[in-house]
C-alpha cells in the first residue's frame, strides 16, 4: 500500500483478556518499529524489527508484551493479560535502510476497561 | 538515557505572528528530525538535520540544529490556523542510529 496500515484504529478491552495488534508497512520498507504514546509521555519506543529478526526489544515493558513479524511484511503486537495502564496510543512505523525518516501509521487506540 | 526537552509544552498563538519552538538535550544526536501530528493520526516527517549548525527551511518553517548537535530549534514566521498540531523533535544517535528518542511535543494552537 501507499501508507503504513493498521488495524483496528480503536480497540477496547477488558482487563485481562488478551489483543493483538496489526501492523502492514510500507512495501519494501524493510525496518519496522512500535511506538507507544501516552498522555504526557511522549512516544514511547517498543521494539525494532529489521527483517523478520527484532536486534531490539528493549522498550517491551513486560513479558506480556510480544511481537512478531512474517514475510518480512506485517507485524502483531500482542499484549497478554492487558491491564489498565495498557491503555495508549500503539504507533507503528517503517523506514527503508539509509533513510532517516519514518512513516507512521494512523495508530490503534487501545482502551482497557 | 538518552532524553529531548521541548519547550514550550503548550503554546497558543494569534493567526499571523511568529513563534519558536525548542528541543534540548545533554547528548549528542547524530541527526534530529522534526515531526507534525494531528489528532487521530501517526506523525508526519517534516525534515531532518544531520550536520551541526545546519540551517533549513520549508516555506515558513526553519529549522536549525544547534553546532554541538544536542539541540534544535523550528520557527515559523506568520503562523496559520493550518499549522496547528504537536510538534515532535526526536533524535537518533548513541550508537543506534535506527532508532528514535522523541521529545514529548509542543501543542501549538493558532487561532484565527
Known sequence: GAGVSQSPSNKVTEKGKDVELRCDPISGHTALYWYRQSLGQGLEFLIYFQGNSAPDKSGLPSDRFSAERTGGSVSTLTIQRTQQEDSAVYLCASSNVGSYGYTFGSGTRLTVV | ?112
Open chain 2, 1 to 112: 538515557t538518552q532524553l529531548l526537552e521541548q519547550s514550550p509544552q503548550f503554546l497558543s498563538i494569534q493567526e499571523g505572528e511568529n513563534l519558536t519552538v525548542y528541543c534540548n538535550s545533554s547528548s549528542v544526536f547524530s541527526s534530529l528530525q522534526w515531526y507534525r501530528q494531528e489528532p487521530g493520526e501517526g506523525p508526519v516527517l517534516l525534515v531532518t538535520v544531520v550536520t551541526g549548525g545546519e540551517v533549513k527551511k520549508l516555506k515558513r518553517l526553519t529549522f536549525q540544529f544547534g553546532d554541538a548537535r544536542k539541540d534544535s530549534s523550528l520557527h515559523i514566521t506568520a503562523a496559520q490556523p493550518g499549522d496547528t498540531g504537536l510538534y515532535l523533535c526526536a533524535g537518533a544517535g548513541g550508537g543506534s542510529n535506527y532508532k528514535l528518542t522523541f521529545g514529548k511535543g509542543t501543542l501549538l494552537t493558532v487561532n484565527p
